[in-house]
């Protein structure tokens, strides 16, 4: 009787070590993936930075205006006179 006491008792002492060490390791799991998270947020909250950098540079590009300002300026275009332009109908 009292070998099956102590039996029980080193079983139930490894079971509840196995279980500390089960939490133990869970937890230290969890840690590591909420780091990794928050490393994934910060990285996607420079990409939306730059995404919207990019979309206020190529708004800025794309003005009519502008298009027309380099076109005369670093292409050395003219507007052609108004009876020189030929209108195509789709």
């Given at each position: 009787m009292a070998v099956s006491k102590k039996t029980l008792l080193a079983g139930l002492s490894l079971i509840l070590l196995m279980s500390a060490l089960a939490v133990i390791f869970s937890k230290y799991q969890s840690r590591r993936i909420f780091i990794e998270?928050?490393?994934?947020?910060?990285?996607?909250?420079?990409?939306?930075?730059?995404?919207?950098?990019?979309?206020?540079?190529?708004?800025?590009?794309?003005?009519?205006?502008?298009?027309?300002?380099?076109?005369?300026?670093?292409?050395?275009?003219i507007m052609p006179e108004r009876d020189k332009i030929i209108y195509i109908k789709p």
């Open positions: 998270i928050q490393k994934m947020e910060r990285e996607l909250d420079r990409y939306e930075v730059e995404w919207g950098r990019l979309q206020l540079e190529l708004t800025m590009l794309t003005e009519e205006n502008r298009v027309e300002i380099e076109a005369r300026n670093r292409l050395k275009l």
